[in-house]
């Protein structure tokens, strides 16, 4: 059974790091790709970045320089980093397998999200 | 960059009601939209993909249509439990969500 979990903190200080575990079951990170979307709270959705299932990675231009993204293949883990946090970076963070249609990516799989508030 | 515009922002309709809920692109993205459906608190969950292809699991009301710039989400007879946010989403050129249609019970 294909599951995602993100794990990390509820709460985070202005201009810090944040740091989220996303742990995967049920299927390899070297057969699909996962990505990084976050919500804001009342917010649509939004790209941040993927991992690439060969071990490559992609980040949305907006946060570039900002955002990293690693995997641990052994634990069946991603992990997202984001530093220089600011108010604005409150969110809600989910993980999410893509898998490929005929035309195109999209997600079957989602984590259940984690609330994350930067604080000042 | 391809612009997505999904409306209406807000719907509220009857149970057992036709809803439609629409979404347009500012150039053709070739079929590569999916749909999800997403309940107060919780993740997405997605319901159409390839334009039209439902995803395994989800219930016949739902359906999609569309090609080129113009797709549509349309559910046959409302139910109590339809009550969500829709977004769309395209791959083609760059992922992107849509802004998202707040459905509700009239």
């Known amino acids: 059974q294909e599951q995602l979990k993100e794990t990390g903190p509820d709460l985070v200080q202005l201009t810090q790091t944040l740091s989220i575990t996303c742990t995967v079951s049920g299927f390899s990170l070297t057969t699909y790709n996962v990505y990084w979307v976050r919500q804001p709270p009342g917010k649509g959705l939004e790209w941040l970045g993927t991992?690439?299932?060969?071990?490559?990675?992609d980040y949305n231009s907006t946060f570039k320089s900002r955002l990293s993204i690693t995997r641990d293949t052994s634990k069946s883990q991603v992990f997202l980093k984001v530093n220089s946090l600011q108010t604005d970076d409150t969110a809600k963070y989910f993980c999410?397998?893509?898998?490929?249609?005929?035309?195109?990516?999209?997600?079957?799989?989602w984590g259940q999200g984690v609330m994350v508030t930067v604080s000042s | 960059d391809i612009q997505m515009t999904q409306s209406p922002a807000l719907l509220s309709a009857s149970v057992g009601d036709r809803v439609t809920l629409s979404c347009k692109t500012s150039q053709s993205i070739y079929n590569s939209l999916a749909w999800y459906q997403q309940k107060l608190g919780k993740a997405p969950k997605l319901l159409i993909y390839d334009a039209n292809s439902l995803q395994t699991g989800i219930p016949s009301r739902f359906s999609g249509s569309g090609s080129g710039t113009d797709y549509t989400l349309t559910i046959s007879s409302l139910q109590p439990e339809d009550v969500a946010t829709y977004f769309c989403q395209k791959f083609y050129s760059g992922l992107t969500f849509g802004s998202g249609t707040k459905l509700e019970i009239k």
């Open positions: 991992m690439w299932k060969g071990g490559g990675t």
């Open positions: 999410a397998r893509l898998f490929g249609g005929n035309s195109g990516g999209y997600f079957d799989y």
